[in-house]
């Protein structure tokens, strides 16, 4: 664990020390060394680290020809990001740099243009699991990343960039699509009405899951069949949270003067994605399957934190939440990331071009 908490305090202190005592031309530098150290910690693990970084290792010995990419059972785009890999090099650590770069950068690039405290946006980025996403579930991380860095053309009501970043991640992970419709349904207010439309997209979710899955399976792709079947279930302590920081930034919502349309939109988001994680948990649902979902909608966070935190006007109330709020996101990260997703112990690649 020591490893991810030496990252954190050193990506957030790096951050912090080049917004507030830097010129231009110093923050640019701090916020590539660190989108470069967060790339070289994820690109440079061990292939032990991450549940699935095994089988997308194994993968490089697969896709060698645009031939074999093209009739890969996986989506196109990650096929061709594993051709592009093994085309430079056999080392699997060139591939989970191209993942990471991808991953990485969308995040910072979003981040630097919607929120003006971003090292506290880089401190929830890391902290709530955001950025290990990815060590396990690659493509599935890439095409968050892409939805997430269309997130400023949703709230500014700019369709044509924001569809195409959306397709853009169905290409490496087809669950995307499930972005598409949030342009329409986010709205810019939030109140008992979008709560009773959660809850009654809760109940309808969890009595057809099983229906709406083969239906997926059927018209997408035949991998979405495993999603609707109950078995031991899951994710409680993902839920849980989830919850709870739902409810608080809800609570929170009040407070929020300046750009309150996003905050509520954003809020919107969500809320939508607790639909596919209360679900699968009620369902006793494959977690690695609709609770991945709320990936989609539970990275809005990152924005709305922030967002909470410059709401207080007086330093110490700015305090008492930062201080409050770090000690809960800390306990998370340590007990998820010690506990799932095969992320502890952290092991660096020692051979990565051999």
């Given at each position: 664990m020591i490893p991810y908490l030496f990252l954190l305090f050193f990506v957030v202190f790096v951050a912090t020390l080049g917004r507030k005592y830097g010129s231009v031309g110093v923050r640019r530098l701090s916020l590539v060394f660190v989108a470069a150290f967060l790339i070289f910690f994820a690109g440079f693990r061990d292939r032990t680290v991450g549940t699935d970084t095994g089988n997308y290792v194994a993968w490089l010995l697969r896709v060698t020809s645009i031939e074999e990419a093209l009739i890969f059972p996986i989506e196109i785009g990650y096929s061709f990001l594993v051709l592009l890999s093994s085309s430079l090099s056999d080392s699997y650590a060139v591939l989970l740099t191209l993942t990471a770069c991808l991953v990485v950068g969308c995040y910072a690039v979003t981040i630097v243009r919607l929120v003006k405290v971003y090292e506290f946006s880089l401190f929830v980025f890391i902290t709530l699991g955001v950025y290990t996403f990815f060590f396990n579930g690659a493509r599935q991380g890439i095409a968050a990343a892409l939805c997430f860095l269309a997130l400023p053309w949703l709230l500014n009501r700019r369709a044509i960039p924001y569809f195409f970043f959306v397709f853009a991640a169905?290409?490496?992970?087809?669950?995307?699509?499930?972005?598409a419709p949030l342009y329409f349904i986010a709205r810019s207010h939030i109140g008992l009405r979008e709560i009773f439309s959660v809850m009654f997209g809760v109940v309808t979710l969890s009595v057809f899951l099983s229906s709406l899955t083969e239906f997926a399976a059927f018209f997408i792709d035949e991998r979405f069949a495993s999603y609707g079947q109950s078995g031991v279930g899951g994710g409680h302590v993902q839920l849980a949270f989830l919850s709870v920081q739902g409810i608080l930034l809800l609570l929170f919502k009040n407070q929020i003067e300046e750009n309150k349309v996003w905050y509520c939109r954003l809020l919107n988001i969500y809320f939508i994605g607790l639909i596919p994680a209360i679900a699968s948990v009620v369902s006793s649902a494959n977690p690695s399957g609709i609770l991945r979902l709320a990936t989609y909608f539970s990275h809005t966070s990152i924005l709305l934190w922030p967002m909470v935190f410059v709401s207080f006007k007086r330093v110490t109330d700015r305090r008492i939440f930062l201080l409050g709020f770090s000690s809960f996101a800390l306990l998370y990260f340590v007990l998820t990331t010690t506990s799932f997703s095969g992320l502890s112990p952290y092991q660096l690649n020692m051979k990565p071009f051999l």
């Open positions: 169905t290409l490496f992970h087809k669950t995307a699509i499930i972005a």
